[in-house]
């Protein structure tokens, strides 16, 4: 009679994700940047996961498992971007889509650690949640802020040094005179200097000005229901591997590896047929193998 809170707690961690990727979304943008909102929610992460293991009863177990998934939900987006910024558009599609190796690599370790660690739940959240931890600590002072987040910003100078330090890294060289310049910037007659608008309108903005264009607006509406139902295909099927007859570990672990395949040959097909009709194609294929599937007898809707 108490299946339902195994559920509860899932909805519950997804709720948190979605409040947290909007929140944190806005403050990737703003005075945070992607390399300060990836930081704090990391050692949120970290905090949040290693107070669960202390949870009490399942009432308080509930409410850390919201807030772990609002700061779960916002990992993945500001790496991903922080990760793509720098990168050139001829490069960008590939590096984005290599990206999602490491989503499905963690999901396969995790359930070889869960495999380790059947016998105490709790200390499994410790294990898990330290690698937040050590991220920021170890991993996170040698990252730099996006160059384009300090242009968005109008700190150009900054966004020049960033720059400069890739270039070195790459064994190239951006010469001294060349700078950056924003496209509302000119040239003062009078001083020769250039001339900045430094108004915080300028540089910030709320998710209201994405309806104030009709373009931008639909491209939104979209673009969240597309999420939506690739969320709760994807998901769904994750989750569902419980009810399979067979080693729960293994099959998280095979299912998450079986991913992979599908990333290479996305970022392979990517730049010569473009993003639209990959993800239709693509969709549209999840949606006949997903029908295929329930109708295979003795186990689908056939059962």
């Not at 992607?34 to 929610?41: A, F």
């Not at 100078?157 to 496209?183: E, F, S, Y």
């Not at 139902?229 to 672990?253: H, R």
């Not at 010569?272 to 689908?300: N, Q, W, Y």
Request: hydrophobic share 50%; aromatic share 10%.
């Amino acid at each position: 009679g108490e299946r339902y809170k195994v559920g509860l707690v899932q909805a519950v961690f997804f709720a948190g994700c979605m409040i947290g990727a909007g929140v944190f979304g806005h403050l990737s943008d703003s005075f945070l940047g992607r390399k300060g909102s990836l930081q704090v929610v990391c050692f949120l992460n970290a905090l949040f996961g290693l107070l669960t293991a202390l949870a009490p009863s399942y009432r308080v177990y509930v409410v850390l498992r919201l807030l772990t998934g609002f700061s779960t939900g916002s990992i993945g987006l500001c790496a991903f971007v922080l990760a793509t910024e720098p990168i050139g558009p001829s490069r960008r599609g590939t590096a984005g889509m290599s990206s999602f190796y490491f989503f499905s690599g963690g999901i396969a370790a995790l359930a070889g650690v869960a495999a380790m660690f059947q016998s105490s739940w709790r200390l499994l959240y410790v294990v898990t949640s330290l690698p937040s931890l050590v991220f920021v600590l170890a991993v996170m002072p040698f990252i730099s802020e996006s160059p384009r987040w300090y242009l968005v910003r109008r700190r150009t100078d900054d966004a020049m040094h960033v720059l400069r330090d890739i270039a070195a890294t790459n064994r190239r060289r951006i010469p001294d005179d060349v700078a950056l310049k924003l496209d509302d910037e000119g040239d003062d007659v009078n001083s020769g200097k250039m001339v900045e608008d430094s108004s915080p309108s300028s540089s910030s903005g709320s998710i209201l000005d994405v309806f104030r264009s009709r373009t931008t607006r639909a491209r939104l509406v979209l673009s969240v229901l597309i999420n939506l139902l690739c969320s709760v295909v994807y998901y769904g099927l994750s989750l569902n591997v419980v009810n399979l007859k067979t080693n729960l570990y293994v099959s998280v672990a095979v299912n998450s590896i079986a991913e992979m395949p599908a990333y290479l040959l996305t970022a392979l097909l990517l730049d010569h047929f473009g993003r639209k009709p990959l993800g239709i194609v693509t969709m549209l294929l999840s949606g006949v193998f997903c029908i295929a599937g329930s109708l295979i007898a003795g186990v689908g809707a056939m059962r």
